[in-house]
Protein backbone atom coordinates (compact mmCIF):
# COMPACT_ATOMS: atom_id res chain seq x y z
CA UNK A 1 0.00 0.00 0.00
CA UNK A 2 2.07 3.06 -1.21
CA UNK A 3 -0.58 4.82 -0.01
CA UNK A 4 0.64 4.45 3.45
CA UNK A 5 4.42 5.00 2.79
CA UNK A 6 3.51 8.21 0.62
CA UNK A 7 2.96 10.89 3.64
CA UNK A 8 6.31 9.68 5.08
CA UNK A 9 8.46 9.08 1.65
CA UNK A 10 6.71 12.53 0.23
CA UNK A 11 6.76 14.58 2.88
CA UNK A 12 10.34 14.60 3.68
CA UNK A 13 11.93 14.44 0.27
CA UNK A 14 9.91 15.98 -1.89
CA UNK A 15 9.77 19.95 -1.60
CA UNK A 16 7.21 19.83 1.61
CA UNK A 17 5.10 22.77 0.70
CA UNK A 18 3.06 20.43 -2.25
CA UNK A 19 2.90 17.71 -0.23
CA UNK A 20 1.30 19.55 3.15
CA UNK A 21 0.06 22.58 0.94
CA UNK A 22 -3.59 23.23 1.76
CA UNK A 23 -5.80 20.61 -0.87
CA UNK A 24 -7.92 24.20 -2.04
CA UNK A 25 -4.37 25.56 -3.41
CA UNK A 26 -4.28 24.23 -7.13
CA UNK A 27 -1.20 23.07 -8.62
CA UNK A 28 0.13 25.08 -11.40
CA UNK A 29 0.94 22.24 -13.55
CA UNK A 30 -1.94 20.23 -13.17
CA UNK A 31 -4.19 23.44 -13.53
CA UNK A 32 -2.58 23.88 -17.02
CA UNK A 33 -2.02 20.62 -18.28
CA UNK A 34 -6.02 20.40 -17.10
CA UNK A 35 -6.54 23.53 -19.94
CA UNK A 36 -4.08 21.63 -21.86
CA UNK A 37 -6.05 18.25 -22.63
CA UNK A 38 -9.44 19.32 -22.06
CA UNK A 39 -8.83 21.81 -25.35
CA UNK A 40 -7.37 18.88 -27.58
CA UNK A 41 -9.72 16.48 -26.68
CA UNK A 42 -12.28 18.96 -26.97
CA UNK A 43 -11.05 19.46 -30.37
CA UNK A 44 -10.97 15.97 -31.17
CA UNK A 45 -14.81 15.71 -30.21
CA UNK A 46 -15.83 19.21 -31.49
CA UNK A 47 -13.66 17.82 -35.42
CA UNK A 48 -14.67 14.25 -36.02
CA UNK A 49 -16.76 12.79 -33.13
CA UNK A 50 -19.83 14.69 -32.79
CA UNK A 51 -20.56 15.32 -36.80
CA UNK A 52 -19.92 11.66 -37.17
CA UNK A 53 -22.10 10.83 -34.65
CA UNK A 54 -24.30 13.58 -35.80
CA UNK A 55 -24.50 12.53 -39.54
CA UNK A 56 -25.61 9.07 -37.93
CA UNK A 57 -28.10 10.63 -36.16
CA UNK A 58 -29.17 12.50 -38.82
CA UNK A 59 -29.22 9.44 -41.34
CA UNK A 60 -30.94 7.07 -39.37
CA UNK A 61 -33.76 9.92 -38.56
CA UNK A 62 -34.22 10.10 -42.49
CA UNK A 63 -33.82 6.62 -43.05
CA UNK A 64 -36.94 6.47 -40.22
CA UNK A 65 -38.62 9.55 -42.17
CA UNK A 66 -37.39 8.58 -45.31
CA UNK A 67 -39.54 5.00 -44.79
CA UNK A 68 -42.75 6.77 -43.44
CA UNK A 69 -42.05 9.52 -46.27
CA UNK A 70 -42.33 6.59 -48.89
CA UNK A 71 -45.30 4.91 -47.11
CA UNK A 72 -47.58 8.15 -47.40
CA UNK A 73 -46.66 9.00 -50.26
CA UNK A 74 -47.37 5.27 -51.36
CA UNK A 75 -50.68 5.85 -49.69
CA UNK A 76 -51.00 9.51 -51.23
CA UNK A 77 -50.58 7.46 -54.71
CA UNK A 78 -53.05 4.81 -53.71
CA UNK A 79 -55.66 7.60 -52.81
CA UNK A 80 -54.78 9.63 -55.92
CA UNK A 81 -55.37 6.54 -58.05
CA UNK A 82 -58.86 5.55 -56.28
CA UNK A 83 -59.82 9.20 -56.68
CA UNK A 84 -59.19 9.28 -60.68
CA UNK A 85 -61.02 6.04 -60.83
CA UNK A 86 -63.79 7.31 -59.35
CA UNK A 87 -63.66 10.44 -61.59
CA UNK A 88 -63.36 7.85 -64.50
CA UNK A 89 -66.10 5.87 -63.43
CA UNK A 90 -68.20 9.01 -62.66
CA UNK A 91 -67.04 10.35 -66.06
CA UNK A 92 -67.89 7.24 -67.84
CA UNK A 93 -71.13 7.35 -65.76
CA UNK A 94 -71.83 10.66 -66.83
CA UNK A 95 -70.99 9.87 -70.29
CA UNK A 96 -72.61 6.85 -70.14
CA UNK A 97 -75.96 8.91 -69.45
CA UNK A 98 -75.75 11.70 -71.78
CA UNK A 99 -74.96 8.70 -74.69
CA UNK A 100 -78.41 7.40 -73.15
CA UNK A 101 -80.18 10.85 -73.29
CA UNK A 102 -78.61 11.59 -76.47
CA UNK A 103 -80.01 8.34 -77.76
CA UNK A 104 -83.59 9.26 -76.26
CA UNK A 105 -83.50 12.42 -77.88
CA UNK A 106 -82.49 11.22 -81.24
CA UNK A 107 -84.51 8.01 -81.19
CA UNK A 108 -87.18 10.61 -80.50
CA UNK A 109 -86.48 12.72 -83.24
CA UNK A 110 -86.19 9.80 -85.71
CA UNK A 111 -89.41 8.83 -84.38
CA UNK A 112 -90.87 12.24 -85.24
CA UNK A 113 -89.25 12.55 -88.49
CA UNK A 114 -90.79 8.98 -89.54
CA UNK A 115 -94.26 10.33 -88.41
CA UNK A 116 -94.24 13.34 -90.62
CA UNK A 117 -92.30 11.74 -93.47
CA UNK A 118 -95.23 8.89 -93.04
CA UNK A 119 -97.51 11.21 -92.76
CA UNK A 120 -96.44 13.51 -95.46
CA UNK A 121 -96.23 9.85 -97.71
CA UNK A 122 -99.99 9.26 -96.66
CA UNK A 123 -101.09 12.43 -97.48
CA UNK A 124 -99.06 12.21 -100.85
CA UNK A 125 -100.44 9.00 -101.48
CA UNK A 126 -104.20 10.02 -100.48
CA UNK A 127 -103.86 13.16 -102.58
CA UNK A 128 -102.36 10.91 -105.82
CA UNK A 129 -105.55 8.34 -104.86
CA UNK A 130 -107.99 11.15 -104.99
CA UNK A 131 -106.75 12.78 -107.85
CA UNK A 132 -106.33 9.22 -109.89
CA UNK A 133 -109.84 8.81 -108.82
CA UNK A 134 -111.06 12.20 -110.06
CA UNK A 135 -108.97 11.48 -113.42
CA UNK A 136 -111.04 8.20 -113.50
CA UNK A 137 -114.22 9.75 -112.74
CA UNK A 138 -113.24 12.40 -115.34
CA UNK A 139 -112.81 9.40 -118.09
CA UNK A 140 -115.71 7.68 -116.59
CA UNK A 141 -117.69 10.45 -117.06
CA UNK A 142 -116.53 11.15 -120.36
CA UNK A 143 -116.75 7.73 -121.70
CA UNK A 144 -120.21 7.11 -119.30
CA UNK A 145 -121.65 10.31 -121.85
CA UNK A 146 -120.50 8.82 -124.77
CA UNK A 147 -122.01 5.49 -124.07
CA UNK A 148 -124.81 6.58 -122.90
CA UNK A 149 -125.24 9.29 -125.50
CA UNK A 150 -124.98 6.45 -127.55
CA UNK A 151 -126.86 3.98 -125.76
CA UNK A 152 -129.86 6.19 -125.24
CA UNK A 153 -129.79 7.55 -129.10
CA UNK A 154 -129.46 3.49 -129.93
CA UNK A 155 -132.44 3.04 -127.60
CA UNK A 156 -134.63 6.52 -129.00
CA UNK A 157 -133.79 5.37 -132.13
CA UNK A 158 -135.04 2.32 -132.17
CA UNK A 159 -138.36 3.21 -130.55
CA UNK A 160 -138.49 6.31 -132.46
CA UNK A 161 -137.45 4.17 -135.35
CA UNK A 162 -135.99 7.33 -136.87
CA UNK A 163 -132.52 7.43 -137.33
CA UNK A 164 -130.62 9.61 -135.83
CA UNK A 165 -127.66 8.26 -136.97
CA UNK A 166 -126.57 11.91 -137.51
CA UNK A 167 -123.43 12.93 -135.36
CA UNK A 168 -123.94 16.53 -135.54
CA UNK A 169 -127.85 16.75 -134.27
CA UNK A 170 -127.60 13.49 -132.08
CA UNK A 171 -124.72 15.24 -129.81
CA UNK A 172 -126.98 18.08 -129.83
CA UNK A 173 -129.28 15.91 -128.55
CA UNK A 174 -127.48 14.14 -126.52
CA UNK A 175 -125.79 17.09 -125.02
CA UNK A 176 -129.26 19.09 -124.12
CA UNK A 177 -130.88 16.11 -122.50
CA UNK A 178 -127.46 15.87 -120.37
CA UNK A 179 -127.63 19.53 -119.32
CA UNK A 180 -131.22 19.41 -118.79
CA UNK A 181 -130.65 16.58 -116.60
CA UNK A 182 -127.81 18.28 -114.54
CA UNK A 183 -130.24 20.98 -114.65
CA UNK A 184 -132.62 18.69 -113.06
CA UNK A 185 -135.23 20.08 -115.21
CA UNK A 186 -135.83 16.71 -116.25
CA UNK A 187 -137.82 14.34 -114.00
CA UNK A 188 -137.38 11.09 -114.19
CA UNK A 189 -141.30 10.07 -115.39
CA UNK A 190 -143.00 6.60 -115.55
CA UNK A 191 -142.39 5.34 -118.80
CA UNK A 192 -144.71 2.79 -118.05
CA UNK A 193 -148.31 2.85 -116.00
CA UNK A 194 -148.01 -0.02 -113.71
CA UNK A 195 -145.47 1.43 -111.46
CA UNK B 1 -10.23 9.37 15.08
CA UNK B 2 -11.56 5.85 16.44
CA UNK B 3 -9.86 3.16 14.17
CA UNK B 4 -6.51 4.88 15.14
CA UNK B 5 -7.21 4.60 18.60
CA UNK B 6 -7.75 1.14 18.27
CA UNK B 7 -4.96 0.80 16.25
CA UNK B 8 -2.89 1.80 18.97
CA UNK B 9 -4.24 -0.56 21.28
CA UNK B 10 -3.21 -3.18 19.27
CA UNK B 11 0.08 -2.96 18.79
CA UNK B 12 2.61 -2.17 16.44
CA UNK B 13 4.28 0.64 15.64
CA UNK B 14 1.30 3.10 15.59
CA UNK B 15 -1.75 4.02 12.94
CA UNK B 16 -1.14 6.94 11.24
CA UNK B 17 -4.54 8.07 9.13
CA UNK B 18 -4.34 9.04 5.52
CA UNK B 19 -4.39 12.55 5.36
CA UNK B 20 -4.26 15.04 2.51
CA UNK B 21 -0.47 14.42 1.74
CA UNK B 22 -1.43 11.27 0.11
CA UNK B 23 -2.67 12.82 -2.81
CA UNK B 24 0.65 14.34 -3.44
CA UNK B 25 2.37 12.06 -6.35
CA UNK B 26 4.92 13.51 -8.36
CA UNK B 27 6.85 11.58 -10.91
CA UNK B 28 8.91 13.94 -12.93
CA UNK B 29 10.38 16.83 -11.45
CA UNK B 30 9.14 18.14 -8.28
CA UNK B 31 7.78 21.23 -6.50
CA UNK B 32 5.81 23.48 -8.57
CA UNK B 33 6.58 22.55 -12.08
CA UNK B 34 6.50 18.11 -11.14
CA UNK B 35 4.78 15.87 -13.24
CA UNK B 36 2.31 14.49 -10.97
CA UNK B 37 0.61 11.26 -11.22
CA UNK B 38 -2.87 12.88 -11.59
CA UNK B 39 -1.14 14.79 -14.51
CA UNK B 40 -0.41 11.52 -16.26
CA UNK B 41 -3.59 9.66 -15.48
CA UNK B 42 -5.65 13.09 -16.93
CA UNK B 43 -3.36 12.39 -20.60
CA UNK B 44 -4.12 8.63 -20.19
CA UNK B 45 -7.64 9.24 -19.89
CA UNK B 46 -8.06 11.79 -22.82
CA UNK B 47 -6.01 9.53 -25.11
CA UNK B 48 -8.60 6.41 -24.08
CA UNK B 49 -11.54 8.87 -24.70
CA UNK B 50 -10.40 9.85 -27.75
CA UNK B 51 -9.20 6.38 -29.15
CA UNK B 52 -12.61 4.92 -28.03
CA UNK B 53 -14.65 7.75 -29.32
CA UNK B 54 -12.82 7.62 -32.47
CA UNK B 55 -12.59 3.45 -32.72
CA UNK B 56 -16.62 3.37 -32.46
CA UNK B 57 -17.80 6.06 -35.09
CA UNK B 58 -15.18 5.25 -37.52
CA UNK B 59 -17.95 2.52 -39.21
CA UNK B 60 -20.90 4.79 -38.72
CA UNK B 61 -23.25 2.11 -39.39
CA UNK B 62 -27.52 2.75 -39.07
CA UNK B 63 -27.45 -0.16 -36.98
CA UNK B 64 -24.88 -0.01 -34.35
CA UNK B 65 -22.38 -2.56 -32.60
CA UNK B 66 -21.53 -2.71 -29.22
CA UNK B 67 -19.01 0.07 -28.74
CA UNK B 68 -21.06 2.53 -31.39
CA UNK B 69 -23.91 1.55 -29.00
CA UNK B 70 -21.97 2.87 -26.10
CA UNK B 71 -20.94 5.77 -27.50
CA UNK B 72 -24.45 6.57 -29.15
CA UNK B 73 -25.66 6.32 -25.30
CA UNK B 74 -23.88 8.38 -23.47
CA UNK B 75 -23.79 10.97 -26.52
CA UNK B 76 -27.54 10.94 -26.79
CA UNK B 77 -27.38 11.66 -22.93
CA UNK B 78 -25.54 14.46 -23.02
CA UNK B 79 -26.65 15.67 -26.23
CA UNK B 80 -30.83 15.43 -25.60
CA UNK B 81 -30.93 14.88 -21.63
CA UNK B 82 -28.48 17.51 -21.12
CA UNK B 83 -27.80 19.64 -23.70
CA UNK B 84 -31.25 20.02 -25.64
CA UNK B 85 -33.76 20.00 -22.77
CA UNK B 86 -32.02 23.03 -20.67
CA UNK B 87 -30.39 25.38 -23.67
CA UNK B 88 -33.74 24.65 -25.74
CA UNK B 89 -33.41 23.05 -28.97
CA UNK B 90 -32.65 26.75 -30.60
CA UNK B 91 -28.86 26.76 -30.17
CA UNK B 92 -27.95 23.43 -28.06
CA UNK B 93 -26.22 22.17 -31.01
CA UNK B 94 -23.05 24.62 -30.54
CA UNK B 95 -22.45 23.45 -27.03
CA UNK B 96 -22.62 19.53 -27.46
CA UNK B 97 -18.90 19.24 -27.94
CA UNK B 98 -18.09 21.24 -24.75
CA UNK B 99 -20.70 19.38 -23.07
CA UNK B 100 -19.89 16.13 -24.11
CA UNK B 101 -15.94 16.51 -23.54
CA UNK B 102 -16.02 17.85 -19.96
CA UNK B 103 -18.60 14.49 -19.15
CA UNK B 104 -16.61 12.16 -20.66
CA UNK B 105 -12.97 13.60 -19.36
CA UNK B 106 -14.81 14.11 -16.22
CA UNK B 107 -16.52 10.49 -15.94
CA UNK B 108 -13.64 8.72 -17.28
CA UNK B 109 -11.42 10.80 -14.85
CA UNK B 110 -13.81 10.15 -11.93
CA UNK B 111 -14.35 6.66 -12.59
CA UNK B 112 -10.29 5.98 -12.71
CA UNK B 113 -10.52 6.72 -8.30
CA UNK B 114 -11.86 3.24 -8.16
CA UNK B 115 -10.36 1.24 -11.27
CA UNK B 116 -6.85 -0.83 -10.85
CA UNK B 117 -4.53 -0.10 -11.61
CA UNK B 118 -5.03 4.05 -11.00
CA UNK B 119 -7.15 4.07 -8.43
CA UNK B 120 -6.61 8.23 -8.19
CA UNK B 121 -9.40 9.97 -9.03
CA UNK B 122 -7.92 13.00 -11.02
CA UNK B 123 -10.71 15.42 -9.93
CA UNK B 124 -9.48 15.32 -6.39
CA UNK B 125 -6.60 17.68 -7.11
CA UNK B 126 -8.30 21.09 -7.09
CA UNK B 127 -6.07 22.10 -10.18
CA UNK B 128 -8.43 20.12 -12.48
CA UNK B 129 -11.53 21.10 -11.52
CA UNK B 130 -10.87 24.60 -11.39
CA UNK B 131 -9.43 24.84 -14.60
CA UNK B 132 -12.70 23.16 -16.30
CA UNK B 133 -14.72 25.57 -14.33
CA UNK B 134 -12.99 28.68 -14.92
CA UNK B 135 -13.47 27.42 -18.84
CA UNK B 136 -16.91 27.18 -18.43
CA UNK B 137 -16.92 30.06 -16.73
CA UNK B 138 -15.08 31.91 -19.42
CA UNK B 139 -17.50 30.21 -22.48
CA UNK B 140 -20.79 31.17 -20.49
CA UNK B 141 -19.79 34.75 -20.48
CA UNK B 142 -18.54 34.73 -23.71
CA UNK B 143 -21.67 33.48 -25.18
CA UNK B 144 -24.16 35.58 -23.05
CA UNK B 145 -22.53 38.55 -24.17
CA UNK B 146 -22.15 37.72 -27.60
CA UNK B 147 -26.13 37.20 -26.89
CA UNK B 148 -27.21 40.50 -25.10
CA UNK B 149 -23.93 42.53 -25.88
CA UNK B 150 -21.73 43.90 -22.85
CA UNK B 151 -23.87 46.37 -20.98
CA UNK B 152 -27.01 44.05 -22.29
CA UNK B 153 -25.35 40.92 -20.32
CA UNK B 154 -25.03 42.95 -17.06
CA UNK B 155 -28.92 44.44 -17.16
CA UNK B 156 -29.97 40.37 -18.01
CA UNK B 157 -29.05 39.60 -14.86
CA UNK B 158 -31.43 41.45 -13.17
CA UNK B 159 -34.99 39.62 -14.08
CA UNK B 160 -37.41 42.37 -15.38
CA UNK B 161 -40.45 43.19 -13.86
CA UNK B 162 -39.11 44.18 -10.42
CA UNK B 163 -39.98 47.05 -8.03
CA UNK B 164 -37.05 49.57 -8.73
CA UNK B 165 -35.94 50.25 -5.07
CA UNK B 166 -34.97 46.44 -5.42
CA UNK B 167 -33.13 46.42 -8.36
CA UNK B 168 -29.66 47.59 -7.34
CA UNK B 169 -29.38 44.77 -4.45
CA UNK B 170 -30.61 42.42 -6.50
CA UNK B 171 -28.32 43.31 -9.18
CA UNK B 172 -25.43 42.76 -6.44
CA UNK B 173 -26.59 39.51 -5.52
CA UNK B 174 -26.84 38.05 -9.06
CA UNK B 175 -23.42 39.47 -9.59
CA UNK B 176 -21.84 37.77 -6.77
CA UNK B 177 -23.55 34.66 -8.16
CA UNK B 178 -22.65 35.32 -11.59
CA UNK B 179 -18.94 36.00 -10.41
CA UNK B 180 -17.99 34.04 -7.98
CA UNK B 181 -20.61 31.82 -6.93
CA UNK B 182 -21.18 29.71 -9.61
CA UNK B 183 -17.86 29.50 -10.55
CA UNK B 184 -16.54 28.43 -6.80
CA UNK B 185 -19.06 26.01 -6.00
CA UNK B 186 -18.85 24.32 -9.63
CA UNK B 187 -15.16 23.71 -9.70
CA UNK B 188 -15.28 22.76 -5.38
CA UNK B 189 -18.20 20.64 -6.00
CA UNK B 190 -16.47 18.02 -8.17
CA UNK B 191 -13.30 18.69 -5.97
CA UNK B 192 -14.64 17.78 -2.32
CA UNK B 193 -16.71 14.89 -3.70
CA UNK B 194 -14.13 13.02 -5.14
CA UNK B 195 -11.13 14.26 -2.30
CA UNK B 196 -13.39 13.07 0.18
CA UNK B 197 -14.34 9.60 -0.98
CA UNK B 198 -10.74 9.23 -1.94
CA UNK B 199 -9.83 9.94 1.58
CA UNK B 200 -12.39 7.67 2.92
CA UNK B 201 -11.58 4.84 0.82
CA UNK B 202 -8.07 5.16 1.28
CA UNK B 203 -8.90 5.33 5.54
CA UNK B 204 -10.81 2.29 5.27
CA UNK B 205 -8.59 0.35 3.18
CA UNK B 206 -5.68 1.34 5.13
CA UNK B 207 -7.39 1.15 8.89
CA UNK B 208 -8.62 -2.30 7.75
CA UNK B 209 -4.96 -3.27 6.61
CA UNK B 210 -3.60 -2.09 9.87
CA UNK B 211 -6.30 -4.23 11.99
CA UNK B 212 -5.98 -7.49 9.95
CA UNK B 213 -2.21 -7.25 11.08
CA UNK B 214 -2.70 -6.62 14.16
CA UNK B 215 -3.46 -9.26 17.28
CA UNK B 216 -5.95 -10.33 19.56
CA UNK B 217 -9.75 -9.78 17.77
CA UNK B 218 -8.86 -6.59 15.38
CA UNK B 219 -8.65 -8.48 12.28
CA UNK B 220 -12.34 -9.54 12.46
CA UNK B 221 -12.45 -5.08 12.56
CA UNK B 222 -10.01 -5.22 9.78
CA UNK B 223 -12.58 -7.91 7.72
CA UNK B 224 -15.60 -5.80 8.90
CA UNK B 225 -13.97 -2.39 7.84
CA UNK B 226 -12.69 -3.76 4.25
CA UNK B 227 -16.27 -5.33 3.08
CA UNK B 228 -17.08 -1.42 4.20
CA UNK B 229 -14.55 -0.58 1.80
CA UNK B 230 -16.12 -2.80 -0.63
CA UNK B 231 -19.65 -1.14 -0.27
CA UNK B 232 -17.76 2.48 0.09
CA UNK B 233 -16.04 1.35 -3.52
CA UNK B 234 -19.86 0.83 -5.45
CA UNK B 235 -20.91 3.94 -3.34
CA UNK B 236 -17.97 5.71 -5.03
CA UNK B 237 -18.84 4.50 -8.02
CA UNK B 238 -22.50 6.40 -8.04
CA UNK B 239 -20.72 9.57 -6.55
CA UNK B 240 -18.41 9.47 -9.71
CA UNK B 241 -20.81 9.24 -11.88
CA UNK B 242 -23.03 11.96 -10.32
CA UNK B 243 -20.37 13.80 -10.22
CA UNK B 244 -19.34 14.19 -13.51
CA UNK B 245 -22.98 14.32 -14.66
CA UNK B 246 -23.86 17.40 -12.58
CA UNK B 247 -20.98 19.54 -13.44
CA UNK B 248 -22.23 18.96 -17.24
CA UNK B 249 -25.70 19.82 -16.38
CA UNK B 250 -25.02 22.90 -14.22
CA UNK B 251 -22.40 23.66 -16.75
CA UNK B 252 -25.59 23.89 -19.52
CA UNK B 253 -27.50 25.61 -17.03
CA UNK B 254 -25.45 28.51 -16.99
CA UNK B 255 -24.69 28.29 -20.60
CA UNK B 256 -28.44 28.35 -21.25
CA UNK B 257 -29.21 30.84 -18.97
CA UNK B 258 -26.22 33.05 -20.61
CA UNK B 259 -28.28 32.54 -23.60
CA UNK B 260 -31.96 32.94 -22.71
CA UNK B 261 -33.52 35.61 -24.37
CA UNK B 262 -34.70 37.02 -20.84
CA UNK B 263 -34.37 36.17 -17.04
Redesign the interface.
Known amino acids: MHMLTIPAAGGETDGGFWATAAPIIPHPIEFFFSLAVFAILFWVVAKKVVPRLEQVYAERSAAIEGGMARAEEAQAEAKAALESYNAQLQDARGEGNKIREDARAQGAQIVAEMRAQAQAEAARIVDTAQKQIEAERQSAVVSLRTEVGRLSTDLASRIVGESLQDEVRQKGIVERFLAELEAGDIRPERVGGDL | MSIAALGMEGGGDGF?A?????????VIG???????R??IL??IS?AL??WF??AT??R???V?GKG?MM??SV?GLVRNSIAKDIIGSHDF?RF???L???F??ILVNNLFGVIPPFNYPTM?????P???AL?VWVIFHIVGMKKHGFIGYWKSLVPSGLPKPMIPAIFVLELITDLFTRPVTLGLRL?GNM?AGHILM?LF??GG?YMLQAGGILPVAGVVTWAFAIIMTLFELLVEFLQAYVFTLLSALYIAGAVADSH
Open positions: VPDASIFWEPSGATAITPVLVAVALLTKRALPQTEYMVPLFTMLLSRIGFVALTFFAISW
